[in-house]
């Protein structure tokens, strides 16, 4: 499976053939004339974006989407082909890198843009739209005055496009879908407006807005959905996409507990019968989210063992009362699927209130990521 040695107490397994499956589920649920811009910021959502890069520059991916000029920088030192494209800010006392590294930042704002200018940025960029989400980028609303901004600094830059995001793309509601179409027709108004540019990158669409909202030619900033989970829990992924992350960690001690004794932190436990207890040996230093305390499960020897007690910085206990013969060393899956049972990222995230974007970026760098 996997011929590298790491430390069986904590890690990570990316199944790297089902990120390409997701990616091509992904792409056949769009006009075939599409193009694809994989987002890979935050180390891949936590997968590790190198190996990701590797791997999707390999299936002919050649566009990639970053949060920033180090993100950047660490995928051309490993050798990573195709654009990078910056999505958010970067201080302009690295505007040369950008040259050096042939990277295309993101232009948030007028001020930006004078700013980059004013350092001598001549480089590739494309500026941000805002149309509603009111995060960053130029003002679609006033559309004379967006058109004015790209103009102008067009002839100083090498502008290569624009783009906005949509902030409800993955909700079904009949507001959130109107407003979608707002920010998707004011973008396609000031898009016309720069037609004479031939700008070669206008895009809008995430994994959601991918899904539910692709125009003609779409150009689609994949996310999450790349990694095989859900912008939101009530969404629908084309079939095929899985996730392809699985964390693991061991059973590293057993114990009986009688009825009365409690468990863990705060004595937020105490057994009502003759218990079995593993301690595993994964806590929230590692991610795995203290919410989870006396709410999560883990699978280990095919069942669900439910986490009891608070979840440790390094340690977490569980039930194993019903989970048949458990032995020290036993792997514990903390998340994903074991052939019959699943508790996967969006999962674990919806019981905790959270997205699984936000579970599998926070699992730590301590936690190994292993390849298969
Ligand atoms: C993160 C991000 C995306 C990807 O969104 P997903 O929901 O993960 O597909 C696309 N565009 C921008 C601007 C982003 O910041």
């Known amino acids: 499976m996997y011929s590298s040695s790491h430390l069986k107490r904590s890690w990570v397994e990316i199944d790297l053939t089902q990120l390409e499956a997701n990616y091509n589920a992904y792409s056949q649920a769009l006009p075939s004339d599409s193009k694809i811009i994989c987002v890979v910021k935050a180390d891949a959502y936590g997968h590790g974006s190198v190996k990701v890069c590797q791997k999707l520059n390999k299936i002919g991916v050649d566009y990639f989407a970053v949060s920033n000029i180090e993100e950047a920088k660490e ?6 082909k195709g654009d990078i494209l910056i999505l958010g800010y970067t201080p302009v006392e690295y505007a040369s890198d950008l040259v050096e590294y042939d990277i295309t930042q993101s232009i948030l704002s007028e001020e930006y843009a004078e700013a980059l200018m004013d350092v001598g940025f001549e480089g590739k960029c494309q500026f941000a739209v805002d149309t509603g989400m ?15 901004i790209v103009r102008k600094f067009y002839s100083h830059f090498e502008l290569n496009g624009i783009f906005t995001h949509l902030c409800v793309s993955d909700s079904n509601t009949e507001e959130n879908v109107r407003f979608t179409k707002e920010q998707i027709c004011k973008f396609g108004a000031l898009t016309e407006r720069l037609s004479d540019l031939s700008l070669k990158y206008c895009h809008f669409l ?8 692709a125009n003609k030619k779409p150009i689609v900033r994949l996310g999450i959905a790349l990694y095989g989970l859900k912008p939101d829990y009530s969404n629908c992924l084309p079939s095929g996409i ?3 992350m699985t ?3 061991i059973v590293s001690m057993l114990k009986e507990v009688k009825p009365g004794e409690y468990i863990g932190y705060g004595r937020t436990f105490s057994a009502t019968e003759n218990m079995i207890i593993a301690t595993v040996p994964t806590g929230y230093a590692d991610g795995y989210r203290r919410e989870l305390s006396n709410n999560g499960y883990v699978l280990v020897n095919g069942k669900k ?13 569980v039930d ?5 013969k458990i032995c020290t060393g036993d792997e514990v899956i903390l998340m994903g699927t074991d052939g019959v049972n699943s508790f996967n990222a969006d999962e674990m ?3 905790i209130g959270t997205i699984g974007y936000e579970i599998v970026c926070g699992i730590s760098k301590r936690v190994p990521r292993i390849y298969i």
């Open 75 to 80: 995928l051309r030192k490993k050798n990573i």
């Open 305 to 317: 063992a439910p986490v009891v007690g608070r979840v440790c910085m390094d340690q977490i206990m």
């Open 242 to 244: 899985c996730p392809c």
């Open 206 to 213: 995430n994994s959601a807005g991918g899904l539910f909202y």
């Open 320 to 324: 194993v009362t019903n989970a048949g």
């Open 349 to 351: 995230a919806e019981r």
């Open 247 to 249: 964390w693991k960690s």
């Open 134 to 148: 009111n995060r960053i980028g130029i003002n679609a609303d006033d559309i004379d005055s967006c058109e004015k």
